[in-house]
């Protein structure tokens, strides 16, 4: 894998960011808040990636669309009252990441968030430097859908050859599948090795600082 890649694009929650458990314990309160029934903890893992109103859609099928914008809303809010520093992110991530740019290596964010949290929480871990650009579930299509990793491709001029997703999630596996372009499952957040083994990435790793000194 050494000098395959120009491009790497990571997810953020639960790939560079530890927030798999905290966006758990968000959905199961709001999902009590406004008196749904609450879904287990890996129904909500399996919902980490989508956008918020394909999450709501998938844990809570039955509800009408006014309830489900409820209990995002109430999600949302108990989501941002956590306040967010540079140890939310994975051990060893801020450094990985200047390593890979000091390297030469352009990288980016393609995420389920809105854009408003995740520029929120790259700049409280400190990390909104460090990418070239990046894409959010509220400014183009849901993954699975390729289109924001051919955004981000089509904006940096790099091919899709050039170009690495790594994400924790089937989503984002899924997503790099339609998009064309080789993958990194990691471990640390929503699904296992076993799951993510499914969409073929190049291989899983626990952390995605394992990643220095293969790629």
């Given at each position: 894998?050494?000098?395959r890649f120009d491009l790497i694009i990571f997810d953020w929650d639960g790939t560079l960011m530890d927030s798999v458990d905290w966006i758990v314990h968000c959905?199961?309160?709001?999902?009590?808040?406004?008196?749904?029934?609450?879904?287990?903890?890996?129904?909500v893992r399996d919902i980490v990636g989508l956008s918020i109103e394909n999450a709501m859609k998938q844990l809570f099928p039955d509800e009408e669309s006014d309830i489900r914008q409820k209990i995002a809303a109430d999600y949302a809010k108990t989501f941002f009252t956590k306040k967010i520093g540079p140890d939310d992110l994975f051990?060893?991530?801020?450094?990985?990441?200047t390593q890979f740019r000091s390297q030469g290596y352009r990288l980016a964010v393609a995420t389920g968030k809105k854009s408003?949290?995740?520029h929120a929480a790259m700049n409280a871990t400190g990390a909104a430097g460090l990418f070239c650009t990046t894409r959010?579930?509220?400014?183009?299509?849901?993954?699975?859908?390729?289109?924001?990793l051919d955004e981000i491709m089509a904006e940096l001029g790099v091919d899709k050859q050039r170009t690495l997703m790594v994400g924790d999630s089937v989503h984002d596996l899924q997503m790099a599948l339609n998009a064309q372009i080789a993958s990194v499952g990691v471990t640390c957040g929503a699904h296992s090795a076993a799951t993510l083994q499914k969409y073929n990435p190049?291989?899983?790793v626990n952390y995605?600082?394992?990643?220095?000194?293969?790629?």
């Amino acid at each position: 894998m050494k000098n395959r890649f120009d491009l790497i694009i990571f997810d953020w929650d639960g790939t560079l960011m530890d927030s798999v458990d905290w966006i758990v314990h968000c959905i199961q309160q709001a999902a009590m808040n406004c008196e749904c029934a609450v879904p287990d903890v890996q129904a909500v893992r399996d919902i980490v990636g989508l956008s918020i109103e394909n999450a709501m859609k998938q844990l809570f099928p039955d509800e009408e669309s006014d309830i489900r914008q409820k209990i995002a809303a109430d999600y949302a809010k108990t989501f941002f009252t956590k306040k967010i520093g540079p140890d939310d992110l994975f051990p060893g991530v801020h450094d990985m990441l200047t390593q890979f740019r000091s390297q030469g290596y352009r990288l980016a964010v393609a995420t389920g968030k809105k854009s408003t949290g995740l520029h929120a929480a790259m700049n409280a871990t400190g990390a909104a430097g460090l990418f070239c650009t990046t894409r959010c579930a509220d400014q183009t299509a849901s993954k699975p859908n390729p289109l924001m990793l051919d955004e981000i491709m089509a904006e940096l001029g790099v091919d899709k050859q050039r170009t690495l997703m790594v994400g924790d999630s089937v989503h984002d596996l899924q997503m790099a599948l339609n998009a064309q372009i080789a993958s990194v499952g990691v471990t640390c957040g929503a699904h296992s090795a076993a799951t993510l083994q499914k969409y073929n990435p190049l291989l899983c790793v626990n952390y995605p600082t394992d990643l220095i000194g293969i790629i």
